[in-house]
C-alpha cells in the first residue's frame, strides 16, 4: 500500500508543498494519541514537545490548536496559518509559499461523550505582491492547492486532495504511516439520505423547510420515496459518510444571526470540505452560490452549506429558489 508522500511525489506535487502536508500528517499523529487517550489526556500524556510541555492540562481542542500551530510554524514553507481558534493570523516564515487555515479539532463537543472529531486543513498561495497581513488569506476557495481532514475514529483516516481526485490514507498505527487505502471516491448523484439538525427546523427559510417536510413525507410526499436520516454533530464525520456512502448535509441559512449565515465557518470548514465533495463529483453550495466562489471578506465568514450528492443538491436548491420566487410546487 502506498504511503502519503510517495503518492504525491508521484502526482508531481510541489515539494514545498509536500513538506506542508508533512508537518499536517505529524500534527495528526500527535493529535489523534491524545484523543485516543480520551480523559487521560489531560494527565499522561507525554509524547508533546518541551515548549507546549505545560499545556497538557488544557482542553483538547485548545491543545490540538496549539499543536498545530507550532509545527506549522516550524516549516519554512508556511507564511503564515489562521485558526478557527486564534483570533488573528500568525505569521510565519517571510519566504514561505503558503498559507494554511485549519479547524482544530471540528465537532469537539463530542470529546466528552468519546465521539468523533477530526481536524480540517485548508492550503492556500501565499498572493504574489502580498501585504504580510490576513489580507492574504482572503481568496475564494477554488485558489485552494490542498485540501483535506483528518478523522479520529475507530481508524484514523486523512482524506485529501490537491486537485487530482480525492484519496483516503488509513494510519497504520503499527508503522506510524498513513497509507492509501481509498482513491478516487465518487459520491452518487442520487442519495435517500440526509443530515441536518432538524432542532432548527423553526429558524430555516421557508424553501429549506419545504424540502424537509418532503423528504420526511417519503413515499407518500412529492419525492414517492423514503429518506434516511444521520447527524454526528461533527461535519468533519458527516462529510465523511457522505463521501464514503453517499447523502446530503445541511447547515443552512439560519434566521438565528439575522441577515448572517449560522454557524459554521468559510475559510475552516465550508472550503476544504467543498472541494473534497467537488472532487468526487458532487456540489457544494451556501444556498446563494459556489461555496468555492466566495470572496471571503474576513477570515472567521460563516457560510450556508448545503453539499454532496450531485441531484439532491440541486433539487433542494430549486426548493431555495421556488420560495424565493413564491413557486411553492418544485
Ligand atoms: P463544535 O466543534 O463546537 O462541536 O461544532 C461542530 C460544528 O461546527 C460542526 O462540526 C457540526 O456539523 C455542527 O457544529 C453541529 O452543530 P449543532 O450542534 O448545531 O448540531
Redesign the pocket.
Known sequence: MQRLIPTLRNDQVDEALISVINSLQICAKEISFRVGQGELAGVLGSTLSENIQGETQKKL?ILSNQLIKEILLECQHVRAVASEEEEGIVLGHDNGKYLVAF?P??????IDINSM?GTIFSILPVPENNSGDVDMFLQPGRNQVAAGYILYGPSIMLAFTTGNGLRMFTLDQTVGEFLLTKKDLQIEAETSEFAI?M??FRHWQEGMQLYVDDLLAGTSGPRAKNFNMR????????VHRILCRGGL?A?PWDARSANKPY???LMY?GNPMAWLVEQAGGLAHSGEERILDIQPTDIHQRVGIILGAKHEVETCLRYLEGSQSGDKTV
Open positions: 481542542d479547524d479539532l471540528d465537532g469537539s463537543s463530542n472529531v439538525n432542532s432548527n447527524w454526528v454533530a461533527a461535519m468533519v464525520a458527516d448535509f447547515y454557524k459554521l465557518r470548514e
